[in-house]
């Protein structure tokens, strides 16, 4: 399995913007597909964005849809979340994810590999 550890997360202002970071290590970064999703303690995990293993298709859920951006650096095995337009409800502990078999899947299922989390807050 891929180890994965994010960062970034913070207090930001609605309205405002933060980038979280995914570094990888252990396993050949290229070959996976990674997600983000987002959580509110004692609740179900809810799927933010996921991009294949080259970077060339994203897909993202509803409620980010236009404000956030993922991406993925290869040659740095580096996956980002860019999230802009941040809404008080924005406010969630954000995981980064890797599924091996390479395929976008806007659901936990398949995702094998998990970080350990950063807390991103809003405020309005």
């Known amino acids: 399995q891929v180890q994965l550890e994010e960062s970034g997360g913070g207090l930001a202002q609605a309205g405002g913007s933060l980038r979280l970071s995914c570094t990888a290590s252990?396993?050949?970064?290229?070959?996976?597909?990674l997600g983000w999703f987002r959580q509110v303690p004692g609740k179900e995990r809810e799927f933010v964005a996921a991009?294949?293993?080259?970077?060339?298709?994203?897909v993202y859920g509803e409620s980010v849809k236009g404000r956030f951006t993922i991406s993925k650096d290869n040659r740095t095995s580096t996956l980002y979340l860019q999230m802009n337009s941040l809404k008080r409800e924005d406010t969630r502990v954000y995981y980064c994810?890797?599924?091996?078999?390479?395929?976008?899947?806007?659901?936990?299922?398949?995702?094998?590999?998990w970080g350990q989390g950063t807390q991103v807050a809003v405020s309005s």
């Open positions: 994810a890797a599924d091996p078999r390479g395929i976008i899947v806007e659901a936990e299922i398949g995702f094998e590999s």
């Open positions: 252990g396993r050949p970064f290229s070959t996976y597909a």
């Open positions: 991009s294949t293993p080259s970077g060339e298709t994203t």
